[in-house]
């Protein structure tokens, strides 16, 4: 996990874990509890985690598009895992990993 912190791409990866499990969590998890409990307080503090780490995510990518010089093909793919439940994982394995 430290190693992971060295690098920028380490730094990715771990927001794509959690900015993905954050996203299932309000899918799965909260947004039930908002419709059929009528608990909407749940949604409100994960939903204002996971915009954070929405927006910590974009910085990371565009950062990574940066200094490791990424096509514009890899870069909307990226961008876009963000936004499709099970993306950040599938990033992760097929965009993300050092070769």
Known sequence: MVELLKTQIGRLRILAFVEGV???????????????????????????????LFILYVLA????????????????????ASIIPFGTFWADAKLFREK
């Open 61 to 80: 990518v565009v950062q990574s598009k940066i200094e490791y010089n990424w096509h514009f093909k890899k870069t909307a793919l990226a961008l876009l």
């Open 22 to 52: 954050s996203f299932l969590v309000i899918l799965f998890v909260t947004m039930p509890l908002k419709y059929y409990a009528n608990m909407p307080q749940p949604n409100k503090i994960f939903g204002m985690a996971h915009g954070l």
